[in-house]
């Protein structure tokens, strides 16, 4: 009632639509944005399906759009340690490849979108308040850096902004027959 019976109390009822119309569209907006950028972008990968069993020997790999595996590329930075454990289809190196992080760090930005700008973070650990996403972004990235894992962070909403509407313009592009 406080969304729609206040505005229209206290600016009539045109006004009062108006207002609420307006303000979920913003919001909407806003919201469909956020969401995008983390998982539309640029140097993203996304799952894979190729009907293979377990036994078969097959992995499916995230691969991004242009069909490059970015966890190959990034593997060969991992401590020798640890080099070759982590499966490309490994559930957390999953969560990874297919989510990209904007601002990380960022205690304004955390807030203002409830976590959705420490994608990555809020994917591996669902269950933690969002406010605790800053404190343990650095740790994340260094464990995913430690086993070769793709950590993709953009500086700001607007660079990743930026980079989902190229990449959506690409695939645009692409013909897919």
Not at 60 to 77: D, I
């Amino acid at each position: 009632i406080y969304m729609l019976g206040l505005p229209c109390y206290f600016h009539g009822i045109k006004g009062g639509l108006i207002l609420f119309a307006v303000g979920h569209l913003t919001c909407g907006e806003v919201l469909a944005t956020m969401f995008i950028v983390n998982h539309v972008i640029e140097g993203v990968s996304f799952a894979q399906k190729n009907g293979s069993t377990k036994d078969d020997g097959k992995v499916s790999k995230p691969m991004t759009a242009q069909g490059v595996t970015p966890m190959e590329k990034t593997m060969g930075g991992a401590l020798k340690e640890h080099m070759g454990e982590v499966p490309l289809n490994d559930w957390a190196a999953v969560q990874c490849q297919t989510s990209v992080n904007w601002s990380p760090g960022s205690w304004f930005w955390n807030h203002f979108s409830g976590g959705l700008s420490h994608q990555i973070e809020h994917h591996l650990f669902p269950s933690i308040c969002h406010t605790n996403y800053v404190y343990i972004q650095d740790v994340v990235e260094s464990t995913c850096k430690e086993f070769g894992v793709p950590y993709q962070a953009e500086p700001n909403l607007f660079v990743a902004y930026g980079k989902m509407i190229k990449h959506l313009k690409t695939m645009g592009r692409t013909k897919v027959f």
